[in-house]
């Protein structure tokens, strides 16, 4: 049975006095959590601040990025070794807009998540199409060739700490989502895919993340389909209430 798992990615939102306030609230809203797994994803600056606030509680940390080496003469970037560091488990690697922005190729983020897996951090790899892939019908070959080149060079072993997200490029802040349909054709293929390429038993372990305008009203309706392990939240997870209402969705309708 795979744990359910709902990130916040808080991307460039949300400065330390902000995050505070933020997680003080949440934690009266969702004070206990038994069934679903919770990792709060903010800016690297505010770090520091959310694993202090967290650290006795249920909720998990992780980063939006990382570097591939351990150190070095790479101004502007953070490795592993320094978000293992601050108390960090999760890290974001491969995200669109990443992709889209700073021009991250999958042989880039193939680096970056082998950094991660060999650091002990478990890495959320983002995969997905964008609109004009959509409409062009070559959304399934479009995710097989980002999982095979991300995953080229990830041992078995290591690939079994791994969670998948599919992003719909198109889904990504625009408050269109797709389909509940569109979505669970898109992670059931994802998995076929890992059982190809890693084996049944790590398939079958693999969470696999939807992420694109999730929101209170539309996550029980993706959390029923038999693929979709739980969510990446860009926009509704940066309040509260509607952060809280989607840890909370009806977990018996799964």
């Not at 890992?194 to 939807?210: D, F, H, P, S, V």
Request: hydrophobic share 45%; aromatic share 6%.
């Amino acid at each position: 049975m795979r744990t359910p798992l709902i990130a916040a990615n808080w991307k460039m939102h949300k400065t330390q006095p902000e995050a505070d306030e933020f997680l003080l609230k949440l934690m009266k809203l969702a004070p206990r959590l038994t069934e679903v797994e919770v990792v709060i994803i903010p800016s690297f600056v505010a770090l520091s601040k959310v694993a202090e606030l967290t650290k006795s509680t249920d909720f998990k940390l992780g980063a939006q990025d990382l570097f591939w080496e351990e150190a070095g003469a790479y101004t502007g970037e953070v490795s592993a070794l320094m978000l293992k560091e601050v108390g960090c488990q999760f890290v974001i690697i491969g995200h669109s807009e990443r992709r889209k922005y700073f021009g991250e190729t999958d042989e880039l983020i193939a680096k970056k998540l082998a950094a991660a897996l060999m650091a002990g951090l478990i890495p959320i790899l983002c995969i997905g199409e964008n609109e004009q892939q959509r409409e062009g019908g070559i959304t399934l070959a479009v995710l097989r060739d980002q999982l095979t080149a991300c995953l080229k060079d990830i041992g078995l072993a290591a690939g079994s700490r791994m969670v998948v997200a599919y992003e719909p490029v198109w889904a990504i802040g625009t408050g269109r989502t797709a389909s509940q349909d569109q979505a669970e054709e898109a992670q059931n293929y994802i998995r076929e895919m890992l059982k190809e390429l890693c084996g049944e038993e790590l398939a079958q372990g693999t969470r696999i993340l939807y992420g694109g305008s999730v929101t209170p009203d539309n996550i029980a309706g993706f959390m029923r389909m038999p693929d979709i392990d739980g969510a990446l939240v860009g926009g509704a997870s940066l309040q509260p209430d509607s952060f809280a209402q989607i840890i909370n969705y009806d977990r018996a309708a799964k």
